[in-house]
């Protein structure tokens, strides 16, 4: 339905090249077929460029001004890595059809905790986005609806990514924010997350009549073994949902130098009285439990089987419709010679890129100019998160209207192009839409 009403929502404007253009030849031909994303890159010259880095660094030293190897990065920037948690939309459309809200909470806690653990089998990070950089993906549904996601990269230091995410015919909105901070520990590095996500069920109102509202917190990720050891991924620390009625505080526990086990995680969902409903357990990589407190002897229940249950991946429009910044299409020559485990190509190919950033915010500061994101504006203060999306999309079951708003802020679907408004900041685009608003707001009251 969306798809065929975009060719009177959108005027086609010219696109831009890549920043720059080279072509990549294969060392190893036969590497091509294999997913470089699950191979661990340990050979003796991505040894010593870790240790040259090393060098360079002291315990606590901020890794987001290093340049790392690219045999360790993923095939895809972090503003795609996001959509990890958005692959399991059955799981959130369950959520918001439980009518009971406890068992409403215990369904998005498992939602939330279903997609960490899709990742690279090997130690991977994904590419940082530049400033600017945005993608967009969507979903068709087994329920004939369809899901929309729009991130951008709206400040590089620190790196911070915006993110939306709506299903409007089932009423669900999440917006967030992804801020690694990442330090050097030693003998592994941590990406402290900062971020936040906000789920919505817009049309479950509370006393005030606002939507219901869930936040949602991040563990920390660590990689071990960079000095000695295999090198390895363990996700640390806490996760904190908290809903009106409902929270939970889930420990994501690291093994320790002697006893403990790796990727084990534990919790207690409990109200804002601090009576227990459900105790959380097991792995997040592999099955977690829910064990019902309320009932003297339960025993454990699985919650979540990681090996039973399949990300739904999202899709994304054709490379020859995307604009230079589109994530795809700006590292395509980088994630091609990953691809192939050619790395002195994806490393010039990552430099060029970069230090044309690097020159552009040189350019701006000479020029006084400051940047400002074209998709998310800053956010009013009392809000959640540092960035929403600058669209305003209209309530209640007016899905059409709701579906045309999300397709005019950028292209998604395949077919659609981009509009000359496309460019302008996205505070400007607000600041008239507020306008607007305002002014239809009056006529009505007159």
């Not at 994303?37 to 991505?46: F, H």
């Not at 295999?230 to 620390?237: F, H, Q, T, V, Y």
């Not at 590292?331 to 002195?344: C, F, G, N, Q």
Request: hydrophobic letters at 35%; charged letters at 30%.
């Amino acid at each position: 339905m969306a798809l065929n009403k975009l060719k009177s929502l959108q005027n086609p404007v010219s696109g831009t090249n890549s920043p720059s253009s080279l072509s990549i030849k294969s060392k190893n031909s036969t590497s091509a077929a294999l997913d470089t994303d699950d191979i661990d890159e340990e050979d003796e010259s991505g040894q010593n460029i870790i240790l040259n880095i090393i060098s360079q660094l002291k315990p606590g030293s901020d890794l987001s001004r290093i340049t790392l190897p690219t045999f360790i990065l993923e095939k895809k920037s972090m503003l795609e890595r996001i959509t990890n948690q958005l692959q399991f939309p059955d799981l959130v459309l369950d959520a918001h059809s439980e009518k009971d809200d406890l068992q409403r909470f215990v369904k998005v806690v498992k939602w939330y905790l279903a997609g960490w653990h899709i990742a690279p089998k090997a130690v991977k990070k994904p590419l940082n986005p530049v400033l600017g950089e945005h993608f967009t993906a969507y979903w068709n549904l087994p329920n004939k609806q369809q899901a929309f996601y729009i991130s951008e990269q709206t400040s590089h230091h620190p790196p911070e990514s915006a993110y939306f995410f709506m299903i409007p015919e089932s009423h669900i909105r999440v917006d967030g924010v992804c801020i690694p901070k990442s330090r050097f520990l030693g003998n592994s590095s941590a990406a402290m997350m900062a971020g936040l996500t906000v789920l919505q069920f817009l049309d479950l109102k509370d006393s005030k009549g606002n939507p219901e509202k869930y936040t949602l917190s991040q563990p920390n990720m660590y990689v071990r073994g960079i000095l000695f050891g295999k090198m390895r991924i363990e996700l640390g620390d806490h996760m904190i949902i908290k809903a009106p009625k409902f929270q939970v505080d889930i420990e994501f526990k690291t093994k320790g130098f002697i006893s403990g086990t790796y990727d084990a995680i534990g919790g207690v969902i409990k109200d804002y009285n601090d009576k227990e409903y459900y105790e959380i357990s097991g792995k997040w990589n592999d099955i977690v439990y829910i064990r019902d407190l309320t009932v003297k002897g339960s025993k454990k229940t699985i919650l979540f089987d990681t090996h039973k249950h399949f990300p739904s991946r999202p899709e994304v429009r054709p490379l020859n419709e995307q604009g230079e910044y589109e994530s795809r299409r700006l590292w395509k020559e980088v994630t091609d010679a990953l691809a192939i485990r050619d790395h002195e190509v994806a490393t010039e190919k990552k430099f060029q890129i970069e230090n044309y950033q690097r020159e552009l915010a040189k350019k701006r500061i000479e020029d006084g100019v400051e940047f400002h994101p074209k998709l998310f504006r800053r956010a009013n203060p009392g809000e959640d998160l540092d960035y929403y999306i600058y669209k305003h999309i209209p309530g209640g079951d007016n899905f059409e209207e709701q579906i045309k708003s999300i397709l005019e802020i950028a292209p998604i679907l395949p077919g659609q192009n981009f509009t000359d408004k496309f460019k302008i900041p996205a505070y400007k685009k607000h600041e008239v839409q507020q306008r607007i608003r305002s002014q239809l707001k009056t006529s009505e009251e007159s």
